[in-house]
């Protein structure tokens, strides 16, 4: 299995500050192919099933406001909340989908210092 | 606009046999590259995968509950079928379905996800 490893599990950041979340796997999800890394980032807030935010490693979902980012290739990737405002407080995933056993990230708890 | 409608207990006694039913619109589970999953979360805890059937009746299962898990398609009422046998407190969680797109690089990511069915576990 993939291992997804994400860090700090918890983090507060201060309203207009950046927001950043790593997250590392125990293999590579670049398909050398496709030059594709197959990998996801989800927001989920409570109550609620977790919603897309990107794929590919960097593709903003449609809808997905722009100060959301993601980067890396390989077994390292980031996503970056550029200005973080009050509705982005949540639990954010990594997830991989190169291969099954698909896996996630521990989770990483954002909320305002 | 793809919907999912998880159904099933919400209540199940140890040892007993989980069966959910997801129903879905708004996409085929035929169309090549194209999956259905499930998973589950705990109370509190994080995601985790359990199965997934592919457009072509292929399977996959989480390997440590591999044993106990079964996936089904109805491609003609629009329906995904997990089983899950020899029930435990410890499966007590919010059991999800969810969509992965195909494309020309194979199988993607999960969206959309269901709302969740939450199954409590005890006697």
């Known amino acids: 299995d993939i291992v997804m490893t994400q860090s700090p599990d918890s983090l507060a950041v201060s309203l207009g500050e950046r927001a950043t979340i790593d997250c590392k796997s125990s293999?590579?999800?670049?398909?050398?192919?496709?030059?594709?890394?197959?990998l996801a980032w989800y927001q989920q807030k409570p109550g609620q099933p977790p919603k897309l935010l990107i794929y590919?490693?960097?593709t903003r979902e449609s809808g997905v406001p722009d100060r959301f980012s993601g980067s890396g290739s390989g077994t390292d990737f980031t996503l970056t909340i550029s200005s973080l405002q009050a509705e982005d407080v949540a639990v954010y995933y990594c997830?991989?989908?190169?291969?099954?056993?698909?896996?996630f990230g521990q989770g990483t708890n954002l909320q305002i210092k | 606009q793809i919907t999912f409608k998880e159904s099933g207990p919400t209540l199940v006694r140890p040892t007993q046999t989980l069966t959910l039913t997801c129903t879905f619109s708004?996409?085929?589970?035929?169309?090549?590259?194209?999956?259905v999953n499930w998973i589950r979360q705990p109370p509190g805890k994080a995601l985790e995968w359990l199965a997934l059937?592919?457009?072509?009746?292929?399977?996959r299962y989480r390997p440590s509950l591999k044993s106990r898990l079964s996936i089904t398609r109805d491609t003609s009422k629009n329906q995904v079928v997990l089983t899950m046998t020899d029930m435990d407190p410890v499966d007590t969680a919010t059991y999800y379905c969810?969509?992965?797109?195909?494309?020309?690089?194979?199988?993607?990511?999960?969206?959309?996800w269901g709302q969740g069915s939450l199954v409590t576990v005890s006697s």
């Open positions: 059937i592919y457009w072509d009746d292929d399977k």
């Open positions: 969810a969509h992965s797109p195909g494309s020309s690089s194979g199988t993607g990511w999960i969206d959309p």
């Open positions: 293999r590579s999800v670049l398909y050398s192919s496709n030059n594709k890394n197959y």
């Open positions: 997830h991989q989908f190169y291969s099954t056993p698909y896996t």
């Open positions: 590919w490693a960097s």
């Open positions: 708004g996409f085929s589970l035929t169309t090549r590259g194209v999956a």
